[in-house]
């Protein structure tokens, strides 16, 4: 295949590159999935092309590859290790509804959990 097209990698590239650029550019917010299985150059590449304009960046990735992302993250809005958190915070930010917490009905706001005359609640 390669000698046949030497420079199908390239113009696949661009192809991509230009799809991926046309739907960053007309979202509000960007989702960026990364995963163990395979590099991550795109999806780093698109996750900094999106902060850089602004956008708001949404990283989907398991916890065993956090510290490889962890500038990526620190540019990110919000991080998710599942994708049910992404639809929680999207559902938030577009309904204002909250998630339901993470520990079920055993909740303890933080103030309560750290006492009422703490000065830095």
């Given at each position: ?24 550019n ?25 902060a ?14 956090s ?5 990526v ?38 103030a ?10």
């Amino acid at each position: 295949m390669q000698e046949e097209r030497p420079n199908w990698d390239k113009v696949s590239a661009q192809m991509n590159s230009v799809r991926t650029r046309n739907l960053i550019n007309d979202a509000d917010i960007v989702v960026v999935r990364f995963g163990e299985k395979f590099r991550q150059w795109n999806a780093a590449f698109d996750a900094g092309y999106a902060a850089a304009l602004g956008k708001s960046v949404i990283t989907l990735h398991p916890p065993a590859i956090s510290h490889m992302l962890k500038e990526v993250n620190a540019a990110a809005s919000v991080v998710c290790t599942d994708a049910n958190q992404v639809v929680e915070t999207l559902d938030y930010v577009i309904t204002g509804n909250f998630p339901e917490p993470r520990d079920g009905k055993d909740f303890v706001p933080i103030a309560d959990r750290l006492g009422k005359g703490n000065p830095n609640p």
